[in-house]
């Protein structure tokens, strides 16, 4: 009973700093939107324990806590997974950038050298 407590307070809580994030913009929706459907299936299999004995034993899971762990562990490897895909997508277009704007303090550089060419010579 006390687990199922704590279990369920924490999700509470957790949803509670999710929908916070996201009134800020602190968390994009896409993110958000993922948590909260996790926080959504977490809550009530927290407070009601057995349905989750019971979803894994129509699964053919041994116990609930078996298939916590396990569709835990896979939820996080695919978070895993998507990071990293948003990480390279971010390094490519921080690479671009770095070189579009290296183009562009070149061309700078240069019309500066020609205007002060310019003026040294009217001078």
């Not at 924490?10 to 926080?39: F, S």
């Not at 324990?49 to 695919?78: K, M, T, W, Y």
């Amino acid at each position: 009973m006390k687990l199922t407590l704590v279990t369920g307070l924490t999700g509470l809580i957790l949803l509670a700093t999710i929908v916070e994030l996201l009134r800020r913009r602190q968390l994009r929706e896409k993110y958000g939107m993922l948590w909260l459907c996790v926080l959504v299936i977490v809550i009530p299999l927290s407070l009601f324990p057995r349905l989750l004995d019971n979803v894994a034993e129509l699964l053919g899971v041994q116990s609930g806590v078996s298939l916590v762990l396990f569709l835990g562990i896979v939820f996080l490897l695919l978070v895993c997974v998507h990071l990293s895909w948003e990480v390279s997508a971010l390094e490519e277009e921080t690479r671009t950038l770095a070189e579009d704007f290296a183009l562009l303090r070149a061309e700078i550089d240069a019309d500066r050298a020609a205007r002060d060419e310019l003026v040294s010579h009217d001078g």
